[in-house]
């Protein structure tokens, strides 16, 4: 079965900088990889999704992610942070005829 | 378009007493249908899933349960709660065979007193 790892509890940068988050799976096939946001008290929000093709992937709200398979990896970035972006990641792994497993999340902070 | 509901959005309930929380969607078809809990601070735990009406699989056992009597209904249920089945309860769907896109709802805050 397929999982996630994303090794960064909290992150905390400063609004303007630039920002990555880390994710990594484990899966004998090629994936299908997700990023989703939830801000407080809410349900998660889709941001991007990798299936195939081209390995960089934009989503909305500036984020892109890229899909590196030789380091198992499905890191998040967003060039220039705003203070709205505060909110928990979660990165998830699937594969046809499998559901989804989600990494424990990444919380970030952002300072003014 | 397809939309998810979730309901009561939040819920305080004493040790013991029974609990139903339901989830719908609107706009699709035989979608697959998962319930997750999310602990204060943890990660998404997949409680149980669901790919036809009357098709339940449970993920972790615990003293709740789901049912499904209608295509685009979702429900979680127990029978006495516990002070552990605190949390936050989201709803999600997606298109079959599984694997691809999930799509939330809102969530449902419990709290067990």
């Known amino acids: 079965a397929q999982s996630v790892t994303q090794p960064d509890i909290h992150i905390t940068v400063s609004e303007g900088a630039s920002l990555e988050l880390r994710c990594n799976y484990s899966?004998?096939?090629?994936?299908?990889l997700f990023w989703y946001v939830q801000s407080p008290g809410q349900g998660l929000q889709l941001l991007l999704k990798y299936f195939s093709g081209d390995t960089l992937v934009q989503g909305i709200k500036g984020f892109e992610a890229e899909f590196k398979r030789s380091q198992s990896s499905f890191n998040l970035r967003k060039p220039s942070v705003h203070w709205s972006d505060a909110a928990e990641y979660f990165c998830a792994v699937g594969a046809r005829n499998n559901d989804m497993r989600f990494g424990a999340g990444t919380r970030l902070t952002v300072k003014p | 378009s397809q939309t998810i509901h979730q309901w009561p959005a939040t819920l305080v309930q004493p040790v013991g007493s029974p609990l139903s929380l339901e989830c719908t969607v609107e706009?699709?078809?035989?979608?697959?249908l998962y319930w997750y809990r999310q602990a204060a601070g943890r990660g998404l735990q997949l409680l149980f899933y669901s790919v036809g009406i009357g098709q339940i699989s449970s993920e972790v056992p615990q003293n709740l349960s789901a049912s499904r009597p209608q295509d685009r209904q979702f429900i979680l249920s127990s029978k006495k709660l516990l002070l552990s089945d605190s949390g936050f309860y989201l709803c999600a769907w997606s298109v079959p065979p599984g694997g691809g896109t999930q799509y939330f709802g809102p969530g449902t805050r419990l709290t067990v007193l």
């Open positions: 706009g699709t078809s035989n979608p697959n």
């Open positions: 899966y004998g096939a090629t994936p299908y």
